[in-house]
């Protein structure tokens, strides 16, 4: 068991790899913090690309709903991230909406986001309801994010997605023009993939 720990904190380093340092140090006293009370979580993913984000806001969603908001970004002046939408077909097989967070919406684009899973033993529980020896781990999760300022997903009211924490309680969208979303993910990920 104890090795098997061992394997699942240097995963969760190499997801840190991405993500911005004073952020990987606060989600690193967080996990120290949630260990504390007896509970483990694995890092599951970072940084994500545009592409990556993408693919996951467009799972569930019709085409007509994806050629609106294609059309939306670019009179945004946001042709980069309308053109990760339009270059991306390669679906995951998941039919319902995954996330609300088109391409540059995500803190994960920025760093500034990782996803978690909850360890119970050796094997990963996702289930946000779930409880073991009568403890929720997510809401212990969420319950220490917010002690230490970390907005978790496990409070949002629509599409909860409890595995998620970020350093910001607003979206990019609402920090951030379109047009600057755009330029930051063109700077940072536009080497890419050619659109």
């Avoid at 606060?26 to 984000?53: A, H, I, N, W």
């Avoid at 967070?101 to 978690?116: I, N, T």
């Avoid at 951030?176 to 536009?190: A, D, L, P, V, Y």
Wanted: proline share 2%; with cysteine; hydrophobic share 40%.
């Amino acid at each position: 068991m104890q090795t098997l720990k061992l394997k699942y904190r240097r995963r969760s380093k190499m997801v840190l790899n991405g993500v911005d340092p004073s952020f990987a140090f606060k989600v690193t006293l967080l996990l120290r913090s949630c260990e504390s009370k007896g509970v483990d979580f694995l890092l599951t993913e970072g940084l994500r690309d545009p592409y990556k984000q993408a693919n996951l806001w467009k799972n569930g969603r019709s085409d007509i709903d994806i050629a609106e908001k294609i059309e939306f970004l670019r009179i945004q002046n946001a042709s980069f991230i309308a053109n990760c939408l339009l270059k991306i077909d390669d679906l995951t097989s998941i039919n319902d909406t995954s996330t609300n967070a088109l391409p540059g919406e995500s803190w994960h684009q920025f760093g500034l986001a990782v996803d978690c899973a909850w360890l119970i033993g050796d094997k990963l529980c996702w289930d946000n309801k779930f409880l073991f020896n009568g403890i929720n781990g997510y809401e212990i999760l969420a319950n220490e994010a917010e002690r230490l300022n970390i907005c978790s997903g496990h409070s949002w009211t629509t599409l909860k997605d409890s595995c998620h924490l970020q350093a910001n309680f607003a979206t990019p969208s609402q920090m951030f023009s379109w047009q600057e979303i755009n330029n930051t993910m063109e700077k940072r990920f536009g080497h890419l993939l050619k659109i």
